[in-house]
């Protein structure tokens, strides 16, 4: 019998140990994708605050222990060691707090906090050593997004050994019932070093003072940056009742470059940088908060209380791991006069509702952030919003929130083939430029009857095919994109060789021709040129001539012209709006190295006018260079190896994202044509695709809409693909009857195209992580039907073994040692099975719960110039001709 009793115990031991697999927190993990809401009283997950999970990562889970304040604008704190002594890296961020109940959280990393109990009142201090803010969350605001590749370095040497979370209960009328609260935030942590680590940079006005009744006082502060460059992504603003707008710049060379704006009476959480900025040795950083005194009937000065003011703009950023600094502040002006040239929109607050401003300030404003630093400390006590209405005027919030949050940060999303596209089955010549109009449909540059083949150039690159006239089809046809119906088409007996194009603010289209060498500017309904650049065939390298010029680009706010020449040039070339020229930059590349500046074949243009600057597909170098607009100077490059020797096209899309095509690779390669998302950033590559139908054999030119649609033409293939973000096909829904409806036919497409188009692994290690995830997101689709049949089944066999017990009762209490043994022997019998032997039993692991879905990827031409000639159909390789009249090597793909 104790044999038995033994058994039951494990038994027992294992259903519990079921149970509690679903009370694991890494449900946590999966994608925040919408709005949090109000937990139940108990903390969830508090009793297994560490889950490990992949090969590398872990979740911690950080909640306050089931406190219960007890008057309005508590601030509680409580501390979580680092639960590994070497180092590790906080790559996402998952809160657990609802506006019902909590004002605003911060979570901050230091070495030694201020207090060892369970959790204390702040006023005690957050920690007794220099702490950094790593983590924001203020009533129902997203919460903060990494870049892929970067983290907050915590643990080993240098990084900070607790987490301290910081809980502001502004009005406490909510906990009437005597509940408990276990508000708090979710780490996901990875022992994977990250390339790029995060940091924060503080700017803080420290001797403001705002009179009494003055309609307009402005707080400025500038600093110039003395370190190592750094990417910003994200910022946050925060002042108190009097504060208007909050903004701030990087300022280079007199230009101003926004960083962020925004009304400091609005959630004051982290708001992602709407395009990405980069920040170089001695550029300065500016802010300017805008005040007013009305309403004061006394001055108000830079401080602590309720009755003070702050003007703090918090910027969060991340630099190359081996120059990392984590904390930096910034309290001064170094340069007033400065101020007289920061833009207009610093000067002019952002409208907030009325009712709005009703909901902010019940109580004090104020931000506890502890710092050994006596200025640092001022930031103590904010106040986002109060408790009085909460139905349409949170709806107005969140929205603009979740607005802000979709534009940047949130790039984990796949790219595939929308196969209902029919502008496939178009009959085209061959694909050489796309582009998309003012009203988003698309513009198809193609060749109609004209081929670029071998005999089109004589070895000084004059056409030679002239006898066949212009191409008497329209060139340009415009496309409806979602059905590919066409709309309008012009460019009828214009063009011989047609090549580049853009579309223009104001819907005129700029095209280049390569046999003509010349650049084109053309009004949508116009039969003729309103603008020519160029002479007709003929080549050249002077200010006046092009020589094979293959794309065009049109800065919407300047009017300036940019051309990319050539083929047999190599240089980029800046017109004014009116065709006059301004300057040029580049010069041709050698064969065994390639410097900055240098192309060979610049084929195609990305316009950022936001940012300033020109990206360029340098095509046989393989890569993508980026200037500056204004100056022509070099800034960056992007390179990779699953590019090849080729890069055609390169497209700037909303959101910070770049798309490239690459060409056919050589025999010896093994990097396959395909198209690539990358985060303009980083460099880093998001996603790459490839069609389902037909396929890809010199895909020539790409484009992408505001809404991550991507439109890829193609010289050979004669064809035009549309690819569609997963996220964006398989999410679409439609309303009936007031219940929504999920679309599934572009779904099931979706999930066919997934298996034949997988990305590459970047690297063994992280295929593993992923296959690891996989695995275990694929055990939180057990239904709900199969989970309760493996917890009914231990109860199932407890009764028939305890039936079995009763039956045998008679024979076991009359002295039969032998039916004993029987006993214990079939007892043990069952309770192996139930143990599991080998691979065969159960298997408690796949009975967590694990974040579905979830999986973190980080946090990222040898020959000369050629033609978009067809393809050699003997050696079944893309031939080229060379545009040089001195010996060359063997001749790379045409474009």
């Not at 030694?112 to 109990?117: A, D, F, I, V």
């Not at 300065?284 to 602590?304: D, K, M, N, P, W």
């Not at 791991?321 to 920061?342: D, L």
């Not at 020959?863 to 978009?868: K, P, R």
């Amino acid at each position: 019998m104790a044999g038995f009793v033994s058994n039951l115990l494990i038994l027992l031991l294992l259903f519990q140990n079921i149970c509690l697999g679903f009370r694991s927190p890494l449900s946590v993990f999966k994608r925040y994708k919408d709005i949090s809401t109000s937990l139940p009283n108990e903390c969830l997950g508090s009793d297994q605050p560490v889950i490990s999970f992949g090969l590398s990562d872990f979740a911690l889970d950080i909640r306050m222990p089931a406190v219960t304040p007890k008057q309005s604008d508590t601030y509680l704190c409580m501390s979580v060691p680092l639960p590994v002594d070497d180092e590790a890296y906080v790559v996402d961020f998952k809160p657990h707090a609802s506006m019902d109940t909590v004002h605003h959280m911060l979570l901050f990393g230091c070495n030694e906090p201020s207090s060892t109990e369970n959790y204390w009142d702040c006023d005690e201090g957050t920690c007794k050593d220099k702490s950094n803010i790593l983590y924001a969350w203020a009533r129902n605001a997203p919460p903060t997004r990494l870049p892929k590749g970067v983290g907050f370095r915590v643990g080993g040497e240098t990084g900070s050994r607790y987490f301290v979370l910081q809980v502001h209960y502004g009005d406490v009328s909510a906990f009437r019932d005597k509940h408990k609260d276990c508000s708090g935030v979710t780490l996901h942590l990875t022992h994977q070093k990250q390339p790029l680590i995060a940091g924060m940079y503080l700017m803080m006005s420290v001797n403001t003072v705002i009179p009494p009744g003055k309609k307009v006082v402005d707080a400025d502060i500038a600093c110039h940056y003395k370190r190592s460059p750094m990417h910003l992504f994200a910022y946050r603003v925060h002042t108190h009742r009097l504060g208007k707008v909050v903004s701030g710049y990087r300022v280079r060379n007199g230009q101003w470059t926004l960083i962020g704006r925004q009304s400091p009476q609005l959630p004051q959480a982290f708001y992602p940088v709407k395009y990405p900025v980069d920040i170089s040795y001695d550029d300065i950083l500016a802010a300017r908060c805008v005040f007013s005194g009305e309403g004061r009937t006394t001055e108000t000065h830079i401080g602590g209380t309720a009755n003070d003011e702050m003007c703090n703009f918090y910027i969060m950023y991340y630099m190359e791991a081996k120059h990392a600094v984590s904390y930096m502040t910034c309290t001064q002006n170094t340069n007033p006069e400065m101020f007289r040239n920061i833009p207009q929109e610093a000067n002019i607050p952002i409208p907030v509702k009325s009712d709005v401003m009703k909901m902010m300030h019940g109580h004090h404003e104020e931000t506890k952030d502890s710092d050994t630093s006596s200025l640092l400390q001022q930031d103590k006590k904010e106040d986002i919003l109060d408790q009085e209405t909460k139905d349409s005027d949170a709806s107005y919030l969140l929205q603009q929130a979740k607005k802000e949050e979709a534009e940047i940060l949130d790039q984990d999303f796949q790219i595939e083939e929308a196969v209902e596209w029919t502008g496939l089955d178009l009959k085209l010549g061959q694909v050489s430029g796309l582009a998309l109009d003012p009203d988003n449909n698309l513009v198809v540059f193609h060749r109609g009857d004209h081929v670029w083949d071998e005999n089109s150039f004589d070895s000084k690159f004059v056409y030679q095919q002239r006898g066949l006239g212009p191409i008497e089809q329209s060139t340009i046809i415009v496309l409806n994109p979602s059905n590919a119906k066409l709309l309008h088409s012009t460019g009828k007996s214009l063009f011989y060789l047609p090549h580049g194009l853009s579309v223009d603010k104001n819907g005129n289209y700029w095209v280049t021709d390569v046999a003509l060498h010349q650049v084109f500017k053309l009004g949508a309904k116009d039969k003729e040129p309103l603008l020519t650049l160029g002479v007709p065939l003929q080549p050249g390298s002077d200010k006046n001539h092009f020589c094979q010029p293959t794309d065009v680009a049109v800065d919407p706010i300047t009017g300036s012209i940019y051309v990319s020449d050539g083929y047999c040039n190599s240089r980029i070339i800046q017109f004014s709006p009116n065709g006059l020229y301004v300057m040029q930059w580049g010069e041709e590349s050698s064969l065994d190295r390639s410097e900055p500046g240098q192309f060979r074949i610049p084929h195609s243009l990305a316009l950022i006018p936001d940012l300033s600057q020109l990206c360029v597909a340098d095509r046989e170098n393989g890569r993508i260079q980026c200037f500056r607009l204004e100056t022509g100077e070099f800034t960056r490059e992007i390179k990779h190896k699953a590019f090849g020797r080729e890069l055609f096209a390169v497209s700037y899309g909303p959101g910070g994202l770049l798309f490239a095509v690459n060409g056919m690779p050589y025999p010896e390669e093994t990097e396959s044509v395909k198209g690539f998302v990358m985060n303009f950033s980083t460099g880093e590559i998001i996603d790459t695709f490839i069609p389902l139908r037909k396929s890809f054999e010199m895909p020539h030119d790409i484009v992408a809409s505001e809404d991550r649609t991507v439109f890829v033409g193609d010289v050979h293939a004669k064809a035009v693909w549309k690819f569609a973000s997963v996220e964006k096909m398989e999410h679409r829904s439609v309303k009936k009857a007031g219940i929504e409806v999920q679309e599934t036919k572009e779904s099931e497409t979706i999930a066919e195209a997934r298996l034949k188009n997988k990305p590459e692994a970047r690297d063994p290690l992280k295929n593993m992580d992923k296959q690891h995830l996989v695995q275990q997101a694929s055990s939180t689709g057990v239904s709900f039907v199969l989970i309760t049949t493996l917890l009914i089944i231990p109860v199932v066999i407890l009764l028939v073994i305890l039936v079995f017990i009763r039956w045998r009762k008679p024979t076991v209490y009359g002295g039969n040692s032998d039916g004993e043994r029987k006993l214990d022997s079939n007892s043990a019998r069952i309770l192996g099975r139930l143990r599991g032997k080998g691979g065969g039993g159960i298997n408690l692991g796949n009975f967590f719960p694990s974040h579905k879905g979830y999986s973190r990827k980080g946090f990222d031409r040898l020959s000369t110039e050629g033609s978009d000639q067809e393809k050699d159909e003997e050696d079944g390789t893309d031939s080229e001709e060379e545009c040089s009249a001195s010996p060359l090597p063997p001749p790379p793909s045409s474009s």
